[in-house]
């Protein structure tokens, strides 16, 4: 009998730009002008599509620039290939707020990347979409994760499929915990 398994790939990464200070002030300016959340995923914090502006370019340039590193592993043709944003938040979670678990249906690739994140203040967990002990109690493997957690920090961003299920835990620090969430398509160019 032949056994096969599939992978998923999560991206890991680190980049302390200068650029988050500035990020997390046009992120309050906005939240001051419009404070109704968009809702979705997150509860008990406040969630808004950021415009396609200016102040918000230093930001994206660091995603893309990752992005680029991350889909690498993948060992895919690129030429012809481009990718875009379908969209692109940011999430202001104040202590006892979270985002309840989900997935995506725009764009092939998610991730986050945390301007603001204390000790305690929530990791993200990203559940294994395979047979597992925490989906199936039958199944016996010798791997035994469920998911993966990524415990957030300023300057740490994250990319994975979209289709995978995740969540943000419980604030349980005293601060806001504030990121910047985003979904990826390729695009034929």
């Not at 939240?31 to 109704?36: H, I, T």
Request: net charge negative.
């Amino acid at each position: 009998m032949e056994y096969i398994r599939f992978q998923e790939t999560i991206g890991v990464y680190e980049d302390n730009s200068n650029t988050i200070d500035s990020t997390i002030q046009s992120i309050y300016k906005l939240k001051r002008l419009d404070s109704e959340s968009d809702g979705y995923s997150n509860q008990n914090g406040w969630q808004k599509e950021l415009p396609d502006s200016n102040e918000f370019n230093p930001i994206r340039q660091i995603i893309v620039k990752n992005f680029s590193d991350y889909f690498s592993c993948y060992n895919t043709d690129t030429s012809g290939l481009s990718f875009g944003f379908t969209k692109f938040f940011c999430n202001v979670n104040p202590p006892n707020a979270y985002n309840f678990m989900h997935d995506h249906e725009v764009g092939e690739f998610s991730g986050t990347f945390y301007l603001v994140a204390k000790k305690g203040c929530g990791d993200l967990i990203i559940m294994s979409p395979f047979p597992n002990r925490f989906l199936n109690t039958s199944v016996n493997l010798n791997e035994s994760f469920n998911s993966k957690r990524i415990t957030p920090k300023r300057g740490l961003g994250t990319f994975f499929n979209s289709n995978l299920i995740h969540y943000a835990d419980v604030n349980r620090s005293d601060s806001n915990r504030i990121s910047i969430s985003f979904h990826i398509k390729l695009l034929n160019n």
